[in-house]
Structures are given as structure tokens and as C-alpha cells.
């Protein structure tokens, strides 16, 4: 090779979890299945409070709910409804269903997908503004997913100049229904930031 040399990249924020350890505290003590969201700033501590459940998905619900939930640990989101798992998680495609997946055509032009995504990175940079400015203890959502299996996504953004919101955690869903049903909430989330 000749002429080799580094080319600068700016990143921005850096994310690692450390560590999370979270406890329904009454009516009875029990350890709850959660990770924390990616780029979801970590407590400094424990972090006890009252659950207050409220939806905030739109513009109209951060407006309804302003100056109403200081200190609190929010729930937000709907609990899934808890159906017997009667699959397997996961499916072996055979070779011609491997086949088929090969002949994915890639779309031309921006669809409505990316408008809609766009959409949704715009509002949740609001949202972690406004929860901050609302001083939230730590916000708390469902996973998707069911049968001990559950997906993370980021709730933050890596980008410096985005609000980083308040620690998030999501419960595995067979854990955030009840929680929607009892007052108190323990949460311990330790997350290393580099």
C-alpha cells in the first residue's frame, strides 16, 4: 500500500452498559427482567420512586402532562397483551426460503418509511427534552418481544448536540404489565459512559 493514512471520523457520544440490576419493591419485593435503552444516561445511584403511568406520544400528551411528574419513575407505553407461547422464538429457513430472501430489491428513492422514521427520531429528541426539563427520575417502556425474549433500541442519541434525556429501561413484557398495576418502583441502573 502506499499513500495509507487515517482519515478523522467524528462520532460523538460514546455508550457502554455496565450493569442494571432493577426490583418491583412493593406490594411484594420481586427482580425484574430489564436493559437499559442505548445512549440512556446512567442514575447516579439508586433510583426509588413512584411509578406514575402516562402516555407520551405525541406533542399534545408532553403538554397535558407538564409540571405533573418531577421525581417520578415514568411508565409509558400500553402493556402487550400475554398470549401462551406455543413457537419456537425463532425459525430455520430451508434453502428455498433462503432463496427467495436473496432476491430482496432494494428500494430507489426515499419511501414514506424514512419519513416516518424521521419523524419519530424528531419527537423522541423532544421527549428526552421535555423529560428532562420535567426532572424525571428514569423513564421505564416495554420491550417488544415475548417468551423471555425481548428487543433493546436506543432512546437517546450519540450526537452531542441532542438532548440525552433521563435514564430509560425497557421490562421484558411479562414484567411491565404488573408493574402498570402496583405504586412502587426500585431501579437500579448502573450505565458506564466512555
Not at 430455520?92 to 419511501?111: N, Q, T
Request: glycine share 8%; aromatic share 8%.
Amino acid at each position: 500500500m502506499s499513500n495509507a493514512r487515517l482519515h478523522p471520523f467524528e462520532f460523538g457520544r460514546g455508550w457502554s452498559p455496565e450493569s442494571i440490576v432493577v426490583h418491583m419493591t412493593a406490594p411484594q419485593k420481586q427482580q425484574l427482567y430489564a436493559l437499559p435503552m442505548a445512549w440512556s444516561p446512567s442514575t447516579d445511584g439508586v433510583v426509588t420512586g413512584k411509578v406514575v403511568a402516562v402516555k407520551l406520544e405525541t406533542q399534545e400528551d408532553l403538554d397535558k402532562n407538564k409540571g405533573k411528574l418531577a421525581g417520578a419513575i415514568v411508565l409509558s407505553g400500553e402493556p402487550a397483551e400475554m398470549v401462551p407461547q406455543e413457537e419456537g422464538a425463532l425459525d430455520r429457513y430451508d434453502d428455498e426460503e433462503l432463496a427467495e430472501l436473496s432476491l430482496y430489491e432494494i428500494p430507489g428513492a426515499p419511501s414514506a418509511r424514512r419519513a416516518q422514521w424521521q419523524k419519530r427520531r424528531e419527537f423522541r429528541a423532544k421527549l428526552a427534552q421535555f423529560l428532562v426539563d420535567e426532572k424525571v427520575a428514569a423513564l421505564v417502556t416495554s420491550a417488544r418481544g415475548e417468551g423471555g425474549v425481548f428487543r433493546v433500541q436506543s432512546s437517546g442519541s450519540h450526537k452531542p448536540d441532542e438532548p440525552e434525556g433521563v435514564p430509560t429501561v425497557v421490562l421484558a413484557p411479562e414484567h411491565f404489565a404488573p408493574i402498570a398495576r402496583v405504586g412502587m418502583f426500585r431501579c437500579l441502573c448502573r450505565i458506564h459512559e466512555w
